[in-house]
């Protein structure tokens, strides 16, 4: 049996963590599961992390970065209305596969608001700094046109809502749509 490293057991902390945080969010999560998901005891977990807060933003951090090198890797060398495809159809992929990837998401914006409310502003600012690095991933390949970028985010954070809440592929909410938006288990190549 190989070992694995230091690294290489928080990276599986927070891939498992993610996914804890994505179905039970970051009240509804325990330290425990998220021990019982990697296969190490929670203490384990206290010495890579120093609490469930640190885990909670190490697992939003990762979310949000693997969905910046989604739009990179989808737009390179490309631009304007192909970039935009590009893009579009990869999320399209990552949703329909990693659904969790989704999820965390959704959570990350739910534990903002909560945060903020009992005066916890790291959440946001953590969460608010991925957002930007999003923006900018995506802004320069649509020609740094404000409005594409607004639209192409306006229209993912719908596509999010829409999957979150369970909407099947072939209900009318989808209609109108770019078709890479719609998950019919046939995306474009």
Known sequence: MVRMSAEERR???????????????????????????????????????????????AAADWCMESTIRTFQEASEGLHGEEALRAMANAYTKVIAEQPERLMMQMQMFIAVGAAEEEGDHEFGEAVRAGWMRLWDTVHLPLGADIGETTTFMAYG????????????????????LYPQARLKGTLEK
């Open 157 to 176: 954070m719908l596509i999010n809502s829409l999957v979150a809440m369970g909407f099947p592929p072939e209900h009318r909410v989808w209609e109108g």
């Open 11 to 57: 990276d599986s902390v927070v891939r498992a963590a993610m996914k804890e945080f994505a179905r039970g969010g970051y009240h509804g999560t325990s330290t425990e599961a998220i021990a019982k998901r990697v296969g190490v005891s929670q203490p384990y977990l206290f010495r890579l992390f120093p609490g469930k807060k640190a885990m909670f933003l």
